[in-house]
């Protein structure tokens, strides 16, 4: 059998069902391998695009998306989606062609070190050089991509190994169970929470993963602590929830920033610095912190803990519940019942009006009207990103997508694509400004092609609105017309 049959075949055992990619000549021997099996390939218009497409699949099923590409400059293509799929958490595996092995040591036609290019933005990633490694390469590509806190992986295989004879059977999955919290540190958050008048929670992207979504509204509902979550936490508890104080992410002061000024204590739960940099919510570095996390806290002078817990969030939140429970840890609401009022307030005052303007908060208004509380929204970057994060309520977790660690523009089209595969059952709706709209155009082809039915907006002010807005905002003016 191919060493390309092998990975087909160990692509079916971890449950792929798709692969999006550009096909290329490098990469044709595993593509005729993926044609008898039972995955289907979806050519993309663009390699960023296919990239795009499997980082949203990995957001929303938890399970690896998967690229593939030829050597070059399909593989340079690949990087965006890759670099957003590394800052995002979102797991994904790459699969790109490559030259002969007789050829790649030297200089050759396309041929560029795609290994050492990939390896600031995947967790791993490696060459198979050799066909007795396929398996293992396969196997670890996927574990690690799914693992905690997940990421992108890669592989690069050479044409001529490809199509060499291999005699191996593909590595079957296990289940591997996460750690559980330790009982110290679960105490000196518990001693802190008691110590504590006006706590809050900050919920960030892991708040939306595994089941702590469902722990965290438990942990909610039983001590009245009040929850803000990130632009890429959202809907970790629903915003119907009177515990809820929407988003924190405009770097701009904003509603959220007076409760997070009046609490003494923030719990964050599966938060990462890049969604939303600390110095904006803890300028003064004083504020006490608990770090609920798969991963401990990074090194940062406005975010240093008071107590780690580190373990699966889900069975940190489950064993906090059950402490909490245990001391009766119940809070006053009356300090940011009014602020939550006044929010709705101030989200209600964009809603159109007979004869108005169309405007970015009033058409997402219109949008959330017309969508159930599981479907799918997903938002490209720019000016309207701003205004998905801060008035588009959520309902459900990860049914909002924001790419908020790399930003990327030209994310929600082809993302659009892997929401309605993943979520057929589902509306699915992508909002964005012509600038975004137009990287990634072509994949609307690719849509119609395969038959994913999906609605798409693009919010049209002949602009980089964002750009313009923050160089307004410094300087009072914009650098040229955009």
């Given at each position: 059998m191919k060493v390309s049959d092998i990975i087909v075949r160990c692509l079916e055992v971890e449950g792929v069902k798709y692969v999006f990619g550009v096909p290329g000549e490098e990469n044709e021997d595993l593509l005729f391998s993926l044609e008898r099996s039972s995955i289907q390939f979806i050519p993309a218009r663009m390699e960023q695009g296919a990239s795009f497409m499997a980082d949203v699949y990995g957001r929303l099923t938890g399970k690896a998306g998967v690229c593939l590409s030829t050597l070059g400059p399909g593989a340079t293509n690949l990087i965006t989606g890759i670099a957003d799929a590394h800052l995002d958490k979102s797991p994904?595996?790459?699969?790109?062609?490559?030259?002969?092995?007789?050829?790649?040591?030297?200089?050759?036609?396309?041929?560029?070190d795609i290994v050492?290019?990939?390896?600031?933005?995947?967790?791993?990633?490696?060459?198979i050089q050799n066909p007795q490694i396929v398996t293992e390469v396969v196997r670890k590509a996927f574990k690690l991509a799914e693992m905690e806190k997940p990421g992108a992986t890669h592989f690069e295989l050479p044409e001529d190994v490809a199509r060499m004879d291999c005699r191996l059977e593909p590595i079957t999955p296990r289940r591997v169970r996460r750690a559980a919290p330790d009982y110290k540190a679960v105490n000196l958050a518990v001693e802190l929470l008691k110590q504590s008048k006006i706590p809050l929670i900050l919920a960030g992207n892991g708040a939306i993963r595994k089941m702590a979504s469902k722990h965290l509204r438990q942990f909610v509902k039983m001590t009245n602590i009040p929850v803000i979550s990130t632009f890429m936490g959202k809907g970790a508890i629903s915003d119907r929830d009177e515990h809820s104080l929407f988003s924190v992410g405009m770097q701009a002061r904003d509603f959220p920033m007076s409760a997070?000024?009046?609490?003494?204590?923030?719990?964050?739960?599966?938060?990462?610095?890049?969604?939303?940099?600390?110095?904006?919510?803890?300028?003064s570095r004083g504020k006490k912190i608990i770090h609920i996390d798969f991963l401990p806290a990074e090194v940062y002078d406005y975010y240093q803990p008071d107590v780690?817990?580190?373990?699966?969030v889900s069975g940190s939140l489950w064993e906090m519940n059950r402490r909490v429970g245990e001391e009766k840890l119940i809070f006053d609401s009356s300090w940011y019942a009014p602020l939550r009022e006044c929010m709705q307030r101030d989200f209600n005052s964009y809603i159109l009006q007979e004869g108005d303007k169309f405007t970015a908060p009033g058409v997402l208004h219109i949008i959330r009207e017309f969508m159930r509380p599981g479907d799918i929204l997903i938002s490209d970057v720019g000016s309207h990103k701003m205004w998905v994060g801060r008035n588009y309520?959520?309902?459900?977790?990860?049914?909002?997508?924001?790419?908020n660690g790399l930003a990327s523009m030209g994310i929600a089209l082809p993302g659009g694509i892997a929401a309605k595969l993943a979520h057929p059952e589902r509306q699915v709706v992508t909002v964005m400004g012509d600038g975004g709209f137009m990287m990634n155009s072509?994949?609307?082809e690719t849509a119609k092609r395969i038959g994913a039915g999906y609605t798409i907006i693009v919010?049209?002010?002949?602009?980089?609105?964002?750009?313009?807005?923050?160089?307004?905002?410094?300087?009072?003016?914009?650098?040229?017309p955009t």
């Open positions: 994904v595996v790459a699969i790109t062609g490559q030259g002969s092995s007789a050829r790649i040591h030297k200089e050759s036609h396309q041929n560029i050492n290019m990939f390896k600031p933005i995947t967790k791993w990633n490696a060459s997070i000024d009046r609490a003494d204590l923030i719990i964050a739960v599966g938060y990462d610095i890049a969604e939303y940099a600390p110095e904006f919510w803890n300028p780690e817990i580190i373990a699966d309520p959520v309902y459900e977790p990860n049914s909002v997508l924001i790419s072509q994949e609307i919010l049209n002010d002949n602009n980089y609105g964002l750009v313009s807005w923050k160089q307004t905002s410094s300087y009072g003016r914009t650098s040229e």
